[in-house]
């Protein structure tokens, strides 16, 4: 179940995500991409975000998100970053943010990331691309078309 963080889960998301790395779990600091993949960049990550969820079992940490915001250009952009163990553990904790999110969402990945079908099925949609990565927008006020 996907439930809101507390602090009191902290020694096992360190754990966490000590244990799970993920490339595309991370955040910009002084201009420089950073990896969430220790206690130190974790606590800036908290920092920085808001809405942060995870689920558990058992006491074991199974994916973490947040909404990261990043100041480009003097426009605040908000980010979705999710570290989690599998497809369907991605897909419960980006569903539950598309469905409390009152903005725009974006994420940046790159090119062959492991749930990119995820993402597409759920209509987040090309912004903008490089030889490497792709940063992707979901409009939340956007009409969708469902394949039923």
Known sequence: MVEDFKNKHKFDLVYFIKNNIDSDFYIIKDG??????DERTLK??????KDVRIIENKSDILGISGIWKFKDNNTI????????????????????????TKNNLNIGV????????????????TLSSNENEVNLIYSKYKKREYNK
């Open 77 to 100: 952009k908000e980010y979705i970053k999710i570290n989690a163990i599998n497809s369907d553990i991605f897909e419960k904790l980006l569903v539950v943010n598309i469905w409390n």
């Open 44 to 49: 800036l990550f908290l920092k920085q975000s």
């Open 110 to 125: 790159k090119r062959n990331y492991k749930f990119m079908n995820i993402l597409k099925n759920k209509g987040f949609e």
């Open 32 to 37: 420089r991409r950073k990896l969430i993949n």
